[in-house]
């Protein structure tokens, strides 16, 4: 996209230079540094060819089950014949077809390279069941193959639902050791659906690189097909029972991992180094030996392919030391085999995915609420899906968000983008594969950052969000993947549609009932309080702002004054915005009747909190969320965007109390009580 409309309506344009480098990336034959507009239009021509040489599209979707006209592209002299095809299904059946193309519609004509060519939308009147199929087509020397998604137009509906949220490192338990775990989510689960909750939302739980290189963030992770060894719980591994080894590594390190449980901070290196002794030596247990968990765990690893791939590629750069990028160059090309690593290292890796999928497994099988689990929208450009799918990213750029008024330098997020056509051209196997990982484990799956459905700011090589430029996708493509599996799991499906959201995203999410997110902090108006639409997923704030007792002191702008985040004429802009914000909230929730007017000097705090969350629970939105640490007063955020750990500890910060203490806090039960008697309409005293 050669400009885009920002949050204020101004239009940016893209700088030539950045142009021709993101060009670049995506493959056109271009270099910034030399591009002249001859080369330009040599790469356009070439470009045009490659898309009148496709037959048809890489990818169709079939609503309903419908398959559309489908677009045919043809020289001119074999447009006058017949279209022959075969459309094989996804359970195996296979139908043939001919067709007269004398009938078809011609919808563009086009002279490329001397020859002419004619664009035809030709109708096969085919039914099809939900699923992947298989098409081929052929007219004259021409040959075509797609991938046809057939889809219902609407994600599974979901139920009106409230839930909590809170990142499962921050938990910490009687039993658990150095960091919140899977025994931790089980156990929220099960007492927010005591309190009527319907969902436990978390961060990304996918595996991260914790050594080297070292990146904790739950939405820069090694892959988005397997999850994060350091959440097993490794007190209830069945091997301790039979492998004296595991037993007496677990003693060993459990004074080591109660004492970093203490600290106020996650220490991911020292507790994920701990719990590894114990999990390596229980894999050496269940390796030596066979029985019936070996069994399970062979069984487990045939129902994923990828897994050994995956393992290999862990054990092998932990040996080597670094990213993938500087591996030697068989390696770094994506040759590994599995005799050149060593085979304790692989089984390590074996053994942690099949405990952790067992352990999430069990709670999904929990009677407690669901799990709401995130989409990170990237991965660590040293990780596994990069290393392995190769096509599916642009390797030499990164995604971020350009500038607006909470980043007014805009954020460069570090993460290679998706290719649009490479992973068209893969069938989509990358996305569904981890699309349906996520579905498989939650009630609910959020999308983080879903107009990257439609379009993506990338920042070309060495350039800053100033720089970047929107690429397109083809939304219709992945919104019937979404709806396809979400359909198969039963799985409803929330986007986050915050910041500069295009157009045609907001009306695409309704259609194809994707549910959206309202933050109540950023709908106050002079006008009164902006009501949660019934398609959105309410909540105060999000895990990227500061908690509710932050926002109302002010203690975040103070906070980014101070990590140079803000000038001091920022600071003193948003203080008095803030200023105004908290007076129209409180004359918005006492004009609804939520709250008395404050008494003058005092500091209405709590008082405003229980209101504002009344209000929101009192809505129209399908879903809420009611992020625990607000319950307590807490101040302390979990992330801020456009700092790294050297600045501010993103990702780390363990909450105040134990679960158990959580459940007992007054303020805590009072407000989820008060939540789940409005969300249900249970009558109010």
Known sequence: MTSYVNVENRRIRASRESLVAVLEALGAPVSPDAASPRDIEVALRARRRELWGRTVEPVVVAWEGRLPALRVRLPAGAASGRLGGRLEQEDGAATTFRVDLGGATVREKAEVDGREYVSLDVALGQRLPPGYHRLSVSAGRRRGEALVISAPRKAAEGPRFWGAFVPLYAVHSEHSLG???????????????????????????????????????????????????????????????????????????????KEAGREPLVDYRRVAAAKRSVLSAAA???????????????????????????????????????????????????????????????????????????QLAAARASTGAGLMLDLPLGVHPAGYDVWRERGAFLHSSTSGA?????????????????????????????????????????????????????????????????????????????????????????????GEDLGTVPPECRRAM?????????????????????????????????????????????LDIT?????????????????????????????????????????????????????????????????????????????HSQNIPGTRDEQHPNWRWRIPHSLEAVRSLPEVVGRLRLVHDLRTGAPQP
């Open 284 to 358: 050496a247990g269940l390796f030596s030996g066979g029985g019936r968990r070996r069994e399970e765990l062979e069984a487990f690893g045939a129902a994923n392919p990828k897994l050994e791939d995956y393992s290999t590629f862990r054990a092998y750069g932990e040996a080597a030391g670094g990213p993938w990028q500087e591996w030697p160059s068989e390696e770094r090309a994506g040759r590994l085999s599995p005799s050149e690593v060593s085979e304790k290292a692989r089984n390590y890796h074996r053994y942690v995915q099949f405990v952790a999928s067992d």
């Open 559 to 635: 906070q980014r004054l101070e990590l140079g985040l803000l000038t001091a004429e920022d600071a003193a802009r948003d203080t008095a915005q803030r200023q105004r914000d908290r007076k129209l909230l409180v004359d918005a929730l006492v004009a609804r009747r939520l709250l008395k007017r404050p008494k003058r000097g005092t500091d209405p705090e709590t008082q405003v909190l229980d209101a504002w969350l009344k209000f929101l629970a009192r809505s129209d939105a399908s879903g809420m969320l009611v992020f625990l640490e607000d319950l307590w007063g807490e101040v």
């Open 402 to 494: 350009p500038p607006d008024p909470m980043n007014a330098k805009g954020q460069n997020w570090g993460n290679p983008p998706l290719h649009p056509e490479g992973i068209r051209a893969a069938g989509y196997d990358y996305v569904i594969d981890y699309v349906r990982r996520l579905m498989t484990h939650s009630r609910v799956i959020r999308i983080d950052h879903v107009m990257g459905l439609h379009r993506l700011f990338v920042l070309p090589p060495g350039h800053d969000a100033s720089a970047g430029v929107y690429i397109r996708y083809h939304p219709e493509e992945s919104y019937a993947i979404l709806s396809l599996e979400s359909h198969r799991s039963g799985t409803m499906v929330v």
């Open 179 to 257: 960091i919140g775990d899977f025994r931790d989510l089980a156990e929220l689960q099960e007492w927010i659906g005591e309190e009527g909750g319907h969902v436990v939302a978390t961060l990304p739980l996918f595996a991260t690189f914790l050594d080297n290189p070292f990146e904790p963030s739950p939405y820069s992770p090694v892959t988005r097909r397997f999850w994060n060894d350091v959440f097993i719980d490794v007190t209830s591994l069945p091997e301790l029972g039979t492998s004296p080894a595991a037993a007496a590594a677990l003693a060993e390190a459990a004074p080591l991992l």
């Open 510 to 554: 309704p259609r194809h009932r994707v549910y959206g997110c309202h933050v109540a902090e950023w709908g106050i108006r002079t006008e009164g309080l902006e009501p949660p639409p019934a398609s959105t997923v309410a909540s105060l704030a999000t895990h990227d702002m500061a908690p509710f007792a932050a926002w109302w002191r002010g």
